[in-house]
């Protein structure tokens, strides 16, 4: 079955870098799109970014753009998440989920990550 | 930017009762509309795709309707399980597939 693992969060400071990992298996990872989503403490849903099976096409939300950096690499069937210059907003549960079609039809179940000086 | 917007923000419900959370779009989004169920500490799980289409291991008290700006989740008689927060998701514009703010169904 489809799993994913979610690792890599923790407590940052504002202005410091965390790369998220999300480790794949259950279903040939080299052949789907896949998503980080967020949620801060005690709200909704955000989406985060998107990458392309082979990676070559990324997606942002604007209020990640220019700071995260999404990445894969199919043969560790591994997903990334590199966030630089980390914000108090940036404070979330980070789930990666599989892509079909725009929709996240597996979630992961998350990695804190906490920017508090 | 699509923008979704759920209804009510909290619903009270008696087990055994019918639920009826509602889901509107900002524009149209033909039916590339989702439904997810988040549990307390738990992640999303997807439960409804293309507006009517449970997802595998749904139990069939689950239904969607809806096509275009209005949606609808109904669920027909709660279970103990079945509190918890309901998001809305369009498709159809993505990225970014923007959600809802959530739907809270309690115990009343």
């Known amino acids: 079955q489809v799993q994913l693992v979610e690792s890599g969060g923790g407590v940052v400071q504002p202005g410091r870098s965390l790369r998220l990992s999300c480790a794949a298996s259950?279903?040939?990872?080299?052949?789907?799109?896949m998503h980080w989503v967020r949620q801060a403490p005690g709200k909704g849903l955000e989406w985060v970014a998107v990458?392309?099976?082979?990676?070559?096409?990324?997606y942002y939300a604007d209020s990640v753009k220019g700071r995260f950096t999404i990445s894969r690499d199919n043969s560790k069937n591994t997903l990334f998440l590199q966030m630089n210059s980390l914000r108090a907003e940036d404070t979330a549960v980070y789930y990666c989920?599989?892509?079909?079609?725009?929709?996240?039809?597996?979630w992961g179940q998350g990695t804190l990550v906490t920017v508090s000086s | 930017e699509i923008v979704m917007t759920q209804s009510p923000a909290t619903l009270s419900v008696s087990p055994g009762e019918r639920a009826t959370l509602s889901c509107r779009a900002s524009?149209?989004?033909?039916?590339?509309l989702a439904w997810y169920q988040q549990k307390p500490g738990q992640a999303p799980r997807l439960l409804i795709s293309?507006?009517?289409t449970r997802a595998t291991g749904i139990p069939a008290r689950f239904s969607g309707s809806g096509s275009g700006t209005e949606f609808t989740l109904t669920i027909s008689s709660l279970q103990s399980e079945d509190f918890a927060v309901y998001y809305c998701?369009?498709?159809?514009?993505?990225?970014?597939?923007?959600f809802g703010q959530g739907t809270k169904v309690e115990i009343k």
């Open positions: 998701q369009q498709y159809n514009n993505w990225p970014p597939g923007t």
């Open positions: 293309g507006a009517s």
């Open positions: 989920a599989k892509d079909r079609l725009g929709i996240f039809a597996y």
């Open positions: 524009q149209s989004v033909s039916r590339n």
């Open positions: 990458i392309s099976d082979n990676g070559s096409t990324k």
């Open positions: 259950g279903f040939t990872f080299s052949s789907y799109g």
